[in-house]
């Protein structure tokens, strides 16, 4: 397995560089401290030029080749971390309670500072690498942020390419595949209004915790009997908000929770059909029930040409029969999306190895990854501009 031995030698540097960013975790575009570790990182490294605020607080850090011409590829990182307790015990373990990195931001946005120290010392590629470093991807669209702010136009990025690591996944391992591989992600908000009145006399009340049961029962229907079988569709309703006490039956109610899909068409019948059903159940019960269906990150697509190079490049750092080309689609969401519509490129799997899932409070990246992630991004960007 060919790492770069360049690579290997930083190891302990990058490693170090992860554990600190996972004692000092912060959350969505609040990542100032982050922020500013990575750009002090990048002019250390010597990169042509180190951009902040992108984004709101997003870095962007550039790399000649030491040829001219080329493409202009970007290589890109999140930095967010997530509002969860840690419960892992580490010497490094998160140091601002109530906050964690249990997605492995901090191994990715690691991996691309160990990436841009390698290239800034190289420079072996004809073109530019733009590395971006990513905010807010747990909610916050901070991928959306970026584009909507000139992120591809201002530096000329040609194509782009984001990599997440995948627990469970073998260490080692890469998984990618063209097309749809994660889903887009909509949230639902279900206000209901009933008549309130005392427990001992259901009769002259509208009792909206039955009128909400009979909604989450009756919305499990869309996906089991409206949306085909061999198209993949997630409705989850993760809260139930009603009443006070014991013995009043409640006036109001919320519901919320995600819709997710991996086609336009099945996200457009999913919206419609929840509305349908939502409406149609309170009003079966004489309450009335309003659905606020807010769209969120749209699926992750690949480009076909993209995909086939970096598996390609994947499989030069691994060996080709450990670069899964087929790799199952994910109902999780990423706004690497956003990324992709703007400009051609691909995201790829990392495997993790044997861990707790991502957004777990026992989770952590494994430093093992490293030398497989930051080998695949150097040799992605040497390859893709070789001139």
Known sequence: MPIVNRISDLHPEITQWRRHLHAHPELLFEVHRTAAFVAEKLTVFGCDEVVGGIGRTGVVGVIRGNRPGGKVIGLRADMDALPIEEATALAYQS???GQMHACGHDGHTAMLL????????????????VLVFQPAEEGGGGGAAMVADGLMERFGIDEIYGMHNYPNLPLGQFGLRAGAIMASADTLTIDIEGVG?????????????????????????????????LKAAVVSICTFHAGTTDNVIPQTAQLRGTARSLTAEVRDLLERRLHEVVEGTAQLYGAKALLTYKRGYPVLRNHDPQTAFAAEVAGEIVGNERVDIDFPPVMGAEDFAYMLEARPGAFIFVGN?????????????NDGVIAYGTSYWVRLAEKAMAG
Do not use: W
Not at 354 to 363: I, R, T, V
């Open 353 to 365: 190895g044997p861990s707790a899932g991502l957004h777990h409070p026992a989770y952590d990246f």
């Open 95 to 97: 140091t601002v309670p």
């Open 114 to 129: 160990g990436a841009a120290k390698y290239l800034a010392e190289t420079r072996n590629f004809a073109g530019t690498a």
């Open 197 to 229: 009145g005392h427990a001992a006399r259901p009769h002259l009340s509208v009792d909206t915790v039955l009128v909400g049961a009979q909604i989450i029962n009756q919305i499990q229907s869309i996906v089991a009997r409206n949306v085909d079988p």
